[in-house]
């Protein structure tokens, strides 16, 4: 039988590209800042994560302005959605086995 | 107040090596060829992130022979199981705040 960690995509696995997805599951988009801040990632940290899950088609970028100031928005793509439920599913099977585990061990 | 992967370890949280650290949360001691056939991995990729965590001092390496073939047996140290246990905390607290976000949403 495969390991449940055989199954990760290390695309959305990564700490920071999971954390960017996390955030959007819970948010129809989030700006630039918010994300930086919430992660607590440096600009050029949170750009280079931000383009690799862009290239895989699991967010999508677009700028705008909200009062006056421009604005960065970042989504999650119905294949970044599907990728984060993908990972929570894998990481929740590691978990409850690892539980498992530790109650008989 | 922080986002429940700020406080991911990427030493602990990086597939192959979390995989590592799950096989040894199992066992008090798998050998190399048990990981790399329960992982999925090539000898290079197995031995490259040994040696990170056993740097770390996450894991101990130690050479044997077993029917006469040497054998390379491979044990979590006592720090790499309490690394384990929080990598695990730390996901069960992301899969249980999305799975609550699924169930408003």
Same mark, same amino acid.
């Given at each position: ?30 700006? !630039? ?12 940290? @949170?750009? =280079?994560?931000?383009? *690799?899950? %862009? ?9 705008? !302005? ?12 119905? @294949?970044? =959605?599907?990728?984060? *439920?993908? %990972?929570?599913?894998t ?5 409850d ?9």
């Amino acid at each position: 039988m495969s390991h449940p960690t055989n199954g990760i995509d290390d695309l959305v696995h990564q700490r920071v590209r999971l954390g960017i997805l996390a955030v959007l599951a819970e948010a129809d988009r989030a700006d !630039f800042t918010h994300l930086r801040e919430t992660l607590a990632l440096t600009d050029g940290n @949170l750009s =280079r994560h931000l383009q *690799a899950l %862009e290239q895989a088609g699991l967010v999508s970028i677009s700028k705008g !302005f909200r009062d006056r100031k421009p604005r960065t928005w970042v989504s999650a793509t119905r @294949l970044g =959605r599907r990728a984060f *439920a993908v %990972e929570i599913d894998t990481l929740k099977a590691l978990v409850d086995r690892y539980q498992t585990e530790q109650q008989r061990g």
